[in-house]
């Protein structure tokens, strides 16, 4: 059963960077597109950045278009998410899930696979 794990998220001052990880365990992310969301509290949950199992298409949201780049690395079942030029409208909890490439969906469940979150706090 494949798991995924996210981590990276912090404090961060605006205009500083992170890089989430999202790692899978008990299997391998190998065929799956991996989607980035989040959600801040009181709102719903945002289709981040996606990228495919294996041509290297990407979807990015508008709202982190030019500051936020996704990448994997197949060998160690990883995902990043570089996150720059951080603003406080980025604060939310994070999670990755793997399944089919992001079809516009905030539901979790209509893919495979979802981690547990990790907090991204962008504050002075």
């Known amino acids: 059963q494949v798991q995924l794990v996210e981590s990276g998220g912090g404090l961060v001052q605006p205009g500083g960077s992170l890089r989430l990880s999202c790692v899978a365990t008990?299997?391998?992310?190998?065929?799956?597109?991996i989607t980035w969301f989040r959600q801040a509290p009181g709102k719903g949950r945002e289709g981040v950045s996606c990228?495919?199992?294996?041509?290297?298409?990407?979807y990015y949201a508008d709202s982190v278009k030019g500051r936020f780049t996704i990448s994997r690395d197949n060998a160690k079942d990883t995902v990043y998410l570089k996150m720059n030029s951080l603003k406080p409208e980025d604060t939310a909890a994070y999670y990755c899930?793997?399944?089919?490439?992001?079809?516009?969906?905030?539901?979790?469940?209509?893919?495979?696979?979802w981690g547990q979150g990790t907090q991204v706090t962008v504050s002075s």
């Open positions: 899930a793997g399944g089919n490439f992001y079809s516009g969906s905030p539901h979790l469940t209509d893919y495979g696979y």
């Open positions: 990228i495919s199992s294996s041509d290297g298409t990407t």
């Open positions: 008990g299997g391998s992310i190998h065929g799956y597109a």
